[in-house]
Structure formats: structure tokens, C-alpha cells
Nanobody, 121 residues
Framework: QVQLVESGGGLVQPGGSLRLSCAAS????????MAWYRQAPGKQRELVAA???????TYADSVKGRFTISRDNAKNTVHLQMDNLKFEDTAVYYC???????????????WGQGTQVTVSS
């Protein structure tokens, strides 16, 4: 089994910053793709930022220049630095990871439990 545990959400004023973290643990052989998604009330879940094991990071157009995704491969963690937050960034943010598990070598996709980010004055 593999678990993704997120932290760092909260309430922030417009223009403020938050840093989300997600740590993967369990029977991990290799963490491949890591990403952050978000889902606002009444809307579909959308990709915010992605950090593949090979290649460049990608961002949703709405967050380019404001959000930065980073990875610590030694600790199997991914972070999302969110600056200049706007009202429309309010959502539940989910960590997503594609992981190759130890023992059987199975590739599976995992989701964190979600962390609430609220931008409000």
C-alpha cells in the first residue's frame, strides 16, 4: 500500500501565499509522475501543475507565473508554492502520483485526501 499525505492548506487573503506539501510513503519502488489538481465547488477537477520524472514541469494557464511545483525525490515529496493568490484559486487541492510499487512492480495512480485552500478578504 501507498499513502499520499497533504499539508499546508488554509485561509489566506488575496495576494497572499501558501505552500502545499505532499509526502508519499509505503511500498514505493519509484515515484514517477507527481502533480497537483484542484476542484472548486460545482466544477470539475483540473490539473494545476505537474512534475514528471522526465521532462519539464507544466502549469495551468491560470496559475502560470504565480505557482511553482517542486519535487524532492529523496523524500518522495512534492510541493506547490502558491503566490499572489486570487479568489478564483479557492478549491480543494489534491496531490496525485503515479507510483511503481515494491515487491510486485505494479504501477498505480494514487490520490491524496485533499486540502482546502480558501482565498478570502
Amino acid at each position: 500500500q501507498v499513502q499520499l499525505v497533504e499539508s499546508g492548506g488554509g485561509l489566506v487573503q488575496p495576494g497572499g501565499s501558501l505552500r502545499l506539501s505532499c509526502a508519499a510513503s509505503g511500498r514505493i519502488y519509484r515515484v514517477n509522475f507527481m502533480a497537483w489538481y484542484r476542484q472548486a465547488p460545482g466544477k470539475q477537477r483540473e490539473l494545476v501543475a505537474a512534475f514528471p520524472s522526465i521532462g519539464s514541469t507544466t502549469y495551468a494557464d491560470s496559475v502560470k507565473g504565480r505557482f511553482t511545483i517542486s519535487r524532492d525525490n529523496a523524500k518522495n515529496t512534492v510541493h506547490l508554492q502558491m503566490d499572489n493568490l486570487k479568489f478564483e484559486d479557492t478549491a480543494v487541492y489534491y496531490c496525485n502520483a503515479a507510483i511503481t510499487e515494491r515487491v510486485l512492480g505494479v504501477n498505480r495512480n494514487y490520490w491524496g485526501q485533499g486540502t482546502q485552500v480558501t482565498v478570502s478578504s
